[in-house]
């Protein structure tokens, strides 16, 4: 803190009121200076638009990294302001990166938003000053790290530029994201293909996310609408709100306020109508079959969009079916008839892919069955499995696995059962056996708070390490029930409550900063419950039968942000500690929903 308190100190002493080393250069001592800023081009400018400043530095002896370049917009009419006021009438633009200076001359391009506010047309401006936050100590001459000498006719280091009347409105749609690459849906016969309109069901059948920019900040909100193409046809896509609770025919959006770009996740329901258009489209003999999603955003403000071109996007989704049902090894023969085993399965299955991969990104999947068949005068064979996936600033981690099996037949009446579930990789529970009778509970609980990845970001200037991880809990209870000549598997095979987990490291000595995480990555319970009833299965040849699944599933909600504090040079004779912020994530629930994925029971005849 006191050498902080020094640089600080020894800055401010040279940046007092008028009083600039305009002395020569002693060519021993390291020094930078800001050599010559070329005139902005173009004829005019509104409020809100981005102008692109070319500039060039003259570097002795330093290679100093984290150099901050800060810039002012002034009428020209008031630039003496900028050597002779303590709070010059102009507006301070952003901020560029150096990330580490070069000996002799570098030419620099930096983007910079005109502030959307209102603004007088006319003549403007701009002027610069290299090392605006103080990193470099010890410079011969400071008074050349700035714009100068304009009072002298002298502007070859100030951009001059032209604002007109008006301030600027623009979004823009840059990317759309579809959560795995591709769609699956269920095949002919799986699912009612019947229904029109709103999709009543809960379940997504195409996830993922938009990136969108918005310039301005008179408006911060818009809704999204979506259709999808099918064989030509286009049709209207429905997507889910958040706030009712229900799939329609758009979802709002909302920029945070201090962000010009932001994602924002997408969720679509397909009904009977578009299902069975799929279907029909469907050719199982081409390499690839693919829809077209075309996402539109509409400004619905008062406002004028510069620009509506760049509201549509288009993506190509690559789909498939699937049909749940597993067909037998072989062709076994009954030991009691000279015939085939008959045999049926049901099957539920479910997976996708919520979030931002580059930030926090979280899979599930789950997948149970039921396999009746005649041999051995009846055989059951049931299983539940479930796996988070998590990805940590595009790291890939296997955050949880669990599986619950058992099988039992009637001829030698033994069951052979297994429940395994491993967290980030290890192996925490692993049981087996083959018996003759059972029934127990087999469960396990991980609570932790625990790092796993770790990732860097500059944050203007400020460069900031961030690890990150999880911290919550994760559980399996599974009950496993053999005996009086039926089969019983359930339980929760995945119940998972996490958060993320971060903290972060300022790795510049003028600054100082965290991170700010109240994030929920998953709060999920998946429950399997499955039976088989042996108790007709020779005098009658039926088993009873029942296998009931649901999910409770809430995904991706909550802030997650980095702050970094830091000095910056305000002209003339101050310097101001500045915030600046960066946004991870914020958004509401991205997925929050209650299902069943299966709930079906019958008898069994062979």
């Known amino acids: 803190m006191r050498n902080k308190t020094l640089l600080m100190t020894g800055l401010m002493a040279t940046l007092l009121s008028g009083c600039w080393d305009f002395g020569s250069k002693d060519q021993t001592i390291p020094n930078v200076a800001l050599s010559s800023m070329k005139p902005v081009s173009g004829s005019g400018y ?31 009419a008031k630039v003496a302001e900028l050597e002779t006021s303590d709070e010059p009438d102009g507006h301070q633009l952003d901020e560029y990166y150096i990330e580490q200076l070069q000996p002799g001359s570098q030419t620099h391009t930096a983007t910079v938003m005109i502030p959307n506010v209102d603004l007088s047309a006319g003549e403007y401006v701009i002027a610069a000053y290299v090392d605006a936050s103080g ?22 280091t100030y951009s001059s ?45 195409i996830i993922g996310y938009l990136k969108a920019t918005k310039f301005g900040d ?42 010009q770009s932001h994602f924002f996740p997408w969720d679509i329901g397909i009904n009977g109508t578009l299902l069975k258009a799929i279907h029909d489209d469907f050719d199982p003999n081409a390499t690839t079959n693919s829809i077209t999603l075309t996402f539109t955003v509409q400004d619905d403000s008062a406002e004028i969009e510069e620009n509506t071109d760049n509201n549509v996007l288009v993506v190509e989704v690559p789909y498939v079916l699937y049909h749940d049902e597993i067909p037998p090894q072989e062709e076994k023969v009954a030991s009691n008839s000279n015939k085939a085993a008959s045999w049926t399965s049901k099957v539920a299955s479910w997976n996708a892919s919520y979030g931002d991969e580059d930030v926090v990104a979280i899979s599930p999947s ?12 009846g055989y059951a064979s049931m299983s539940a499995e479930g796996d988070l996936d998590l990805i940590l600033f595009d790291e890939d981690f296997s955050l949880l696995s669990s599986d619950a099996h058992a099988s039992a037949n009637v001829d030698d009446g033994e069951i052979d059962y297994g429940v395994t579930f ?15 009778a059972l029934d127990e509970t087999f469960g396990y609980n991980w609570s932790e708070e625990q790092t796993i990845v770790q990732a860097s970001f500059t944050i203007v200037i400020v460069p900031v ?34 958060d993320a987990y971060a903290t972060a490291e300022i ?11 109240d994030f929920l990555i998953i709060s999920d319970t998946f429950n399997v419950t499955a039976y088989a009833d042996f108790a007709n299965a020779i005098t009658d040849s039926e088993i009873t039968f029942g296998l009931d699944v649901t999910n409770d599933i809430e995904a991706i909600a909550g802030e997650f942000y980095l702050w970094v504090k830091y000095p910056v040079y305000k002209w003339c004779c101050k310097i101001k500690n500045k915030t600046k912020t960066k946004t991870l994530y914020e958004t509401g629930t991205l997925y929050d929903k209650n299902w069943v994925i299966l709930d079906e029971s019958a008898v069994f005849k062979f």
């Open 46 to 76: 509104q409020a809100g638009e981005t102008v692109e400043l070319t500039f060039t530095t003259e570097t002795r002896l330093l290679e100093t990294e984290h150099v901050g370049v800060t810039f002012m917009l002034i009428e020209r």
């Open 422 to 436: 491993s967290v980030l990789g290890t192996t925490l529970l692993n049981r087996g056996d083959t018996l003759t």
């Open 218 to 259: 008179s408006v911060n909100e818009a809704d999204v609408t979506a259709t999808i193409t099918i064989g030509g046809q286009e049709y209207i896509a429905h997507l889910w709100n958040e706030k009712e609770q229900a799939y329609g025919p758009a979802m709002r959006i909302k920029f945070p306020d201090h962000e």
């Open 161 to 205: 530029i032209n604002l007109i009347e008006g301030r600027v409105h623009d979004f823009t749609l840059d990317k759309a994201k579809v959560g795995d690459g591709f769609a699956i849906f269920p095949g002919p016969g799986k699912r009612d293909t019947s229904d029109t309109g709103t999709p009543l069901k809960v379940e997504p059948d």
């Open 465 to 498: 390490t961030v690890k990150a991880g999880v911290s919550g809990n994760l559980d399996i209870s599974a009950g496993l029930v053999y005996g009086g000549s039926r089969l019983e598997l359930g339980g929760d095979i995945v119940s998972a409550s996490l």
């Open 366 to 377: 789950f997948y149970s069955y039921l396999y009746l068949t005649s041999d051995n005068n």
């Open 507 to 517: 790795n510049l000595g003028v600054a100082s900063g965290g991170v700010g995480v």
């Open 135 to 156: 990193v470099i100590q010890n410079e011969a001459v400071v008074s050349d790290n700035k714009s100068r000498g304009i009072e002298y006719g002298d502007e070859s």
